[in-house]
């Protein structure tokens, strides 16, 4: 019977979890199991999906690892009971704060500097400081910080509060390039200190379950996307999930006071720049409610219209921007008229305007990829397949589908568990070639550019 290792993503709308052979990485049975929707949430109903999800498979297991949607704030009191609902990364409501936590700490170069990026509202340390100022008793009561990953791997067995430098990059208050916590940057925010999480070593064991599988420290979603598809240096990932990301792995981490660029760590040891967009598969579904279809027939309808969409043009910040930072926006469709008023075009703009602010981001990671390797829930779809080419400008490789966040993290498992790194086969993928349409992109930077006034009043 060969090793079995299991893997879990717990993101932002679901929980999935797989089993895995230890040796090669082939998957012998998966399951999920939805979160509810909002932007804070109870962490308990991560650890109900994960029970569903997991049940029958965990326990099968000689080794877990937990990957998490990033930056989510888990607030802890002494007893390790839960002080309020976690506030995810998609919640902008410390948007001024972190306006004003930029400032108060030297400026944009010198957060970049210290911590690997600007914070945006999506950062652990800006909902530090929302939390210190709206719910002071909480605040006070508040004992230690944690991620969502952390959180899940402390329930799951005897690790303790324990998190790796991916997942802490994502904080505000780590030094991914000295691998250590900033507690100046914490302190500031949140008005004192609080116990944060152990960092462990990429591949560490770090507990044991109940049933004795070993316990790996876990990471952020992104960085075991990135571990679940064996990213090399010079390969660009785009995410399609309920964030859009673009990353890359890196020996050398990103400096980028622009705020653009995130410089993460990954869960090898190197870094994951990454630029993350708000808005990416539920401006698909949120056309499907305009156009009275399914994703289907969304698909259909876009692939029957032009590229360009006959001049109309979603910018899709649905329910505020990161990249750019526009925590306050709305989505504009744009050079609506009577002629080109059709169901084809509105849904050929919402695939076109997600895709553009993707194109956006990987612009923003610098150089030009020889292709894009497209993941996530929306990577799926026909159209988003063969559209993607032509706004990326190069090929568009779709790999076998297959949960890469989940299998990034049974891949850090079986790391922990052997410990070495498994070579796992890279997964076959379907490459989609197009002729560049650079009128899409002009079409989405027209549009992006316009309203930034209107941002600013
Ligand atoms: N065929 C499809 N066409 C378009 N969108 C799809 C399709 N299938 C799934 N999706 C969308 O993919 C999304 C889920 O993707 P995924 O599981 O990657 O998200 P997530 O893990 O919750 O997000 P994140 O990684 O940002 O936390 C849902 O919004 C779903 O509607
Ligand atoms: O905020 C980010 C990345 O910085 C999102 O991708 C979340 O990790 C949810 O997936």
Not at 92 to 114: D, K, Q, Y
Not at 126 to 155: F, G, I, M, Q, S
Request: proline share 7%.
């Amino acid at each position: 019977m060969p090793v079995l290792v299991a893997g879990v993503d717990s993101s932002t709308q679901s929980t999935k979890v797989v089993l895995c052979e230890a040796e090669t990485g082939k998957v012998v049975a998966q399951a999920a199991a939805p979160h509810p929707s909002g932007t804070s949430c109870p962490p308990e109903a991560w650890w109900t999906a994960l029970s569903r999800a997991g049940k029958d498979l965990l326990e099968r297991a000689a080794a877990v690892a937990v990957a998490g949607q990033q930056h989510g704030m888990v607030v802890v009191d002494d007893e390790g009971e839960v002080v309020r609902n976690a506030l995810l990364w998609n919640d902008t409501r410390s948007a001024p704060h972190a306006r004003s936590l930029i400032t108060e700490l030297g400026g944009p170069a010198a957060w970049a500097r210290t911590t690997g990026s600007v914070p945006t509202a999506s950062f652990t340390v800006t909902k530090l400081r929302w939390l210190a100022e709206h719910e002071p008793a909480n605040a006070a009561r508040t004992a230690a910080v944690l991620l969502p990953h952390d959180w899940l791997t402390w329930k799951l067995g005897s690790a303790g509060y324990v998190t790796d430098r991916g997942d802490a990059s994502g904080t505000g208050y780590y030094s991914p390039a000295d691998g250590t916590w900033l507690p100046t940057h914490l302190e500031a925010a949140f008005g004192r200190t609080a116990r944060l999480p152990r960092v462990a070593a990429p591949g560490a064991a770090v507990g044991e379950t109940p049933w004795g599988a070993i316990l790996a420290p876990g990471t952020g979603d992104n960085m075991g996307a990135a571990l679940g598809l064996g990213l090399r240096p010079g390969d660009v990932a785009v995410s399609l999930g309920t964030s859009g990301t673009a990353f890359t792995v890196s020996e050398n981490g990103s400096v980028d006071p622009s705020g653009a660029v995130a410089g993460f760590a990954d869960a090898t040891g190197r870094f994951l720049p990454l630029v993350c967009t708000m808005n990416a598969a539920r401006v698909l579904t949120a056309a499907t409610s305009l156009l009275g279809t399914d994703l289907h027939g969304l698909s259909a309808l876009a692939l029957s219209a032009p590229p360009g969409a006959e001049g109309l043009t979603l910018l899709p910040y649905l329910d505020g921007e990161r990249t750019p930072n526009r925590p306050d926006a709305n989505g504009v469709l744009r050079g609506l008229t009577s002629s080109n008023a059709t169901r084809a075009n509105l849904a050929r703009a919402a695939v076109e305007g997600m895709l553009a602010g993707l194109a956006e981001a990987v612009n923003h990671l610098g150089g030009t990829p020889q292709r894009v390797i497209l993941i996530g829930g929306a990577a799926s779809n026909e159209a988003v397949r063969l559209i993607a080419p032509e706004v990326f400008g190069v090929p568009v490789t779709v790999p076998r589908a297959a949960e890469y966040v989940a299998l990034g993290a049974a891949r850090q498992a079986a790391w922990a568990l052997t410990g070495d790194l498994p070579d796992w086969a890279a997964a076959p993928g379907e490459t989609f070639s197009g002729t560049s349409q650079p009128v899409i992109r002009q079409q989405y930077r027209t549009l992006r550019d316009e309203t930034e006034k209107w941002s600013a009043q």
